[in-house]
């Protein structure tokens, strides 16, 4: 079982940034990857950002969305059981919920493919 708590949410201007930061219980946070989704109101949840378990000598891969590709960057510190979504120039629509999530192992892009949640902090991007 893991429990994930996500903060760093808030209100910013457009072009500002904030750093999300997911913390996870559990002794095998390292063997899990681990995504960022967000949720608007009226719309379906999708998919943002993930990272891999370090499975190689040089660590984890990342993967991105299009949408968010060159201004946000996710990163974990497996020794804080943590993990982080930095974004950057910022958009009114990147407004949204901002859910972590945990996937054993294996790294997938769908929301239905991870098996824990946490209860979402609130991004809200004015222009």
């Known amino acids: 079982q893991v429990q994930l708590v996500e903060s760093g949410g808030g209100l910013v201007q457009a072009g500002g940034s904030l750093r999300l930061s997911c913390a996870a219980s559990?002794?095998?946070?390292?063997?899990?990857?681990m995504g960022w989704f967000r949720q608007a109101p009226g719309k379906e949840r999708e998919f943002v950002a993930a990272i891999t378990p370090a499975i190689t000598w040089s660590g984890s891969n990342t993967y991105y969305a299009d949408s968010v590709k060159g201004r946000f960057t996710i990163s974990r510190d497996n020794a804080k059981n943590t993990v982080y979504l930095q974004m950057n120039s910022l958009k009114p629509e990147d407004t949204a919920v901002y859910y972590c999530a945990a996937k054993w192992t294996v790294m997938g892009f769908s929301p239905y493919e991870y098996d824990y949640w946490g209860q979402g902090t609130q991004v809200t991007v004015s222009s």
């Open positions: 559990g002794r095998t946070f390292s063997s899990y990857a």
